[in-house]
């Protein structure tokens, strides 16, 4: 890992840096390079227009960590008004959440039981939940979480991070479930043991878990591809018109903000794309690790600090 890498993704844990960061106006110039807007509003407004121009999406609010079960309650309840807002705006827009956000640090039992009414209502609005992946260490709970919600509805599917050693039999985990995988090379720092420290090793191990993924592929289930690397997302094309597997039964899935263009060159040419739109005021962590992506984004906040 980059030291530029390792030392941001540091910094996105740290509440002073967090406090200082969301006061100053030039942060919030910068942050609208990737989310619409801090309300849920201006989400699916860009849902909306993502929709118009072939896109579908999936909105999240951001936020993690929650220590309280009040606040864990109250992520569980902004979340429903979402699905209803979704369902009475008719949008083409899924919802992922963090596991943490919805209290898993305060009450397993309280989060697993805020998924599956999240995942119930989902299915009842005609849209899909999505569970991101966090850190390594909450990464069984949440394989535990999503195996009790999968076996509740079909409509709800799990991030897995290819560059964590143990994902390969963790995806095995999730196709005996019959579940539906969001495949991504993994946003946190973790140790050598745990996870690759090679990109080259991570990116291997992608193309290895989406060809699994593929081989798999059934109409039930939706196999997603979350990546901006569009060298890997050409193979992955390949891969599945190798094996027949038609287009309808996977997806590609980017951020907002990033790869705009290549977001609707790919949909024009026939691959599903949907985009991850992020709203809400706790941007700080999220915000470093999309820096700690790419560090030359920093670049773009030292511009916004002086323009
Ligand atoms: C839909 C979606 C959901 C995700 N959910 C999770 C999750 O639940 N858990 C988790 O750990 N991680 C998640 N991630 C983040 C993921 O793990 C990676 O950190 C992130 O996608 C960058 O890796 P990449 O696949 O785009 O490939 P990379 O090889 O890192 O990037 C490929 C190219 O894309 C461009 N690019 C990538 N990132 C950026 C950026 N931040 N700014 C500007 N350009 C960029 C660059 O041109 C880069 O060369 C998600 C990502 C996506 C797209």
């Not at 699905?83 to 919805?102: M, Q």
């Not at 143990?166 to 005996?176: I, K, N, Q, S, Y």
């Not at 996977?250 to 949907?274: D, F, K, P, S």
Request: proline share 4%; hydrophobic share 45%; charged share 25%.
């Amino acid at each position: 890992m980059s030291l530029a890498r390792t030392v941001l993704l540091r910094a996105s844990r740290s509440t002073w840096l967090a406090d200082q960061f969301r006061r100053r106006s030039f942060a919030r110039r910068a942050i609208k390079r990737f989310m619409p807007g801090e309300d849920v509003g201006s989400a699916l407004d860009a849902a909306a227009s993502f929709s118009s121009a072939g896109l579908g999406s999936v909105v999240t609010a951001l936020g993690e960590r929650v220590n309280t079960r009040e606040e864990a309650e109250r992520v569980r309840a902004h979340y429903m008004e979402v699905l209803n807002a979704i369902r009475a705006r008719g949008l083409p827009t899924h919802v992922s959440v963090k596991l943490t956000h919805l209290g898993l640090d305060v009450d397993r039992q309280l989060c697993t039981q805020s998924v599956l009414a999240l995942a119930a209502h989902a299915a009842a609005t005609g849209t899909m939940l999505w569970i991101d992946i966090e850190e390594s260490h909450y990464v069984d709970a949440t394989l535990e979480v999503y195996a009790k919600a999968r076996a509740a509805q079909p409509r709800v599917g799990v991030c897995l991070q290819a560059y964590l050693r143990r994902t390969p039999a963790d995806l095995e985990r999730v196709l005996g479930l019959g579940g539906s995988v969001r495949l991504v090379k993994g946003a946190y720092r973790e140790p050598p043991e745990v996870a690759f420290p090679k990109k080259s090793e991570t990116d291997a191990a992608y193309f290895a878990l989406a060809q699994r993924m593929l081989d798999a592929a059934a109409p039930e289930r939706s196999q997603v591809f979350g990546t901006h690397d569009l060298a890997l997302v050409e193979r992955v094309k390949a891969y599945a018109s190798s094996k027949r597997v038609p287009n309808s039964a996977w997806e590609v899935h980017m951020l907002y903000g990033i790869r705009a263009a290549e977001q609707r060159a790919l949909a024009a040419n026939g691959v599903g794309v949907r985009v991850l739109i992020s709203y809400g005021t706790h941007w700080f962590p999220w915000y470093v690790r999309r820096l700690a992506e790419r560090p030359a984004n920093v670049w773009f906040v030292v511009r916004s600090l002086v323009s």
